[in-house]
């Protein structure tokens, strides 16, 4: 630690005055003490001309004073942090806080030292985001172990950012925690790309993380404390939200590649490319991406995020999964899975039964849970094309297209489910079944096409009983070959946008065969206040508009396996 003279002699000083006081009072001791030294000070480059210096709050204190390489730059601060700039780059640059209050001043903090970056590509090693921080798109930043932003700090990403997993630190992840935010605003043609640290074509799933959000939504558990999945010590209690309208920021234009992680050995509690824990409705994910992810693609544990323009490409379970009281609304998804997943060794293995959707009620195995808790898992999923692998690919043919059991409801409209070897629809338990029979789950101008079956076999969990309901269902199942221009992706094959053959063949039904008008339904009121407007009553069935010149996944998007 450097010693500064003038301040040494200041100590002195005090020191002495303190002892003269004391001396004064000796029947009751009652003089002012100084604030103790700030801890927790930590110096962070945020520039190539800054330095960020943050330390923790120190009770008595009324300011406090910022010292840099020996002199004192700042004397009355009234915050715990100062953005030192106009630094020369590639500098190392060295600082020291004291407290002041009650006209006395503390020792000296210990010294924390930075180095501002140096102009051209930089990397930045990120371990924690405890105050406001920007991520800027000229630097790669590489996430170290479980990093979060807490504190109600706001973590802001610029457009075209890379942000890389440490694949030498096992489950190295972001977590934005209740109460904070992250604003992720990429572009189309700037996405913003959290990744595997690993050059392409050496890239696993399970590589990283992924993206954990907790926000303070409602969920139907009712224990205390709930935590999320994740190792121990380092999971985040969800429970007792109680603003359904919380936000936890936007993630627009995003890619998450290679992420997830099996932080329980095959016990189940698993990092998945995106996980929403309590993630309230002012929470907006728009045009994102998951590629390649160990677990699910994207997966909700109550509360009710919007989501619009979304994908799912070769993911390690399910592409969407909900649960615990998810009520959000989601537009305009792809899904498309053609081949099992290699996972790097270690971090986990795929699921034996993937599905496109999976949907939870509450699951009694978890404390606080019965399969009626409200509020009930009830999203909308609306202009979808979910596409699985066909036979041949999974080990089993439990590789559905959508399940709803255990207390669940969903509305299902303008929809695709094809090319699954198992179910394309199945609804089972009784209390999805009452759900269903009181008309809080609607399924509309839905396609299932050439699944192992459409629906449940006769006698079979409940979804038999939903698909001889004329008043309940309204699907069709014609040929794949009759919905899509093709040729569809397959494991023999690397698409690019231009070769997804997502679009739909012209002069197919689903052309004009959608729901374009909710007057009357049920889901009228659902709909509204949906990214400042309300959801779209399309004529046409999937995620691909015939009318487009341009489809909405061109152009962000990437298609790669590893």
Known sequence: MRLYPSRLLGGTMLLAGAFLTA????????????????????????STTSITVSWNLVTGADSYELDRDGTTIQSSLTSTFFEDTGLSTSTEYCYVVRAMGAGLTSDDSAEKCATTGTPGPKVATVTGVPLDRTFFSDTTYVLQGYVKVSNGATLTVEAGTRIVGDTLVTGSSLWILRGSKIMANGTATDPIIFTSQRSAGSRKPGDWGGIIIVGNAPINRTATPIF???????????SGGTDFNDSS?????????????????????ELNSISSYAVGRGTQYDFVQAIEGLDDGFESFGGGQDMRHMISWETGDDHFDWTEGFQGRAQFLLAIQTTVPTPRPGTGTVSSDPRGFEGDGCEI???????????????????????????GVFSTNDGNGAVVR????????????????????????QESMDLVTADSTFIRNVILSDNGSDFEPSGTNFGSIVADSATQWSVTTPA????????????????????????????????????????????????????GGSMEATDYIGAADPTASTQWYEGWTAWYRN
Do not use: H
């Open 365 to 391: 195995d978890k404390a606080g849970c019965t399969f009626a808790n409200t509020p009930y898992s009830m999203p909308i999923w609306m202009n979808f094309t979910v596409l699985g692998p066909g036979t």
């Open 480 to 531: 794949l070959t009759d919905v899509f221009a093709g040729p569809l992706p397959t494991s023999a094959s690397t698409p690019t946008d231009a070769t997804l053959g997502v679009e739909l063949k012209s002069g197919a039904a689903a052309e004009t065969g959608g729901l374009a008008d909710f007057t009357g339904t049920v889901l009228a009121p659902r709909v509204t206040n949906y990214f």
């Open 228 to 238: 999320t999945e994740g190792p121990t010590g380092a999971a985040e209690d969800y």
């Open 23 to 46: 001396c004064g009072n000796d029947n009751n001791g009652t003089g002012p003490t100084a604030p103790a030294a700030p801890s927790g000070v930590q110096a962070v480059s945020s």
């Open 406 to 429: 255990r207390g669940a409801a969903a509305d299902f409209v303008n929809g695709i489910i094809g090319r699954w070897p198992g179910v394309g629809m199945s609804i089972r338990d």
């Open 249 to 269: 920021g936007v993630l627009k234009y995003v890619r998450v590649e290679f992420a997830g992680y099996d932080v329980s050995n095959g016990g189940g509690q």
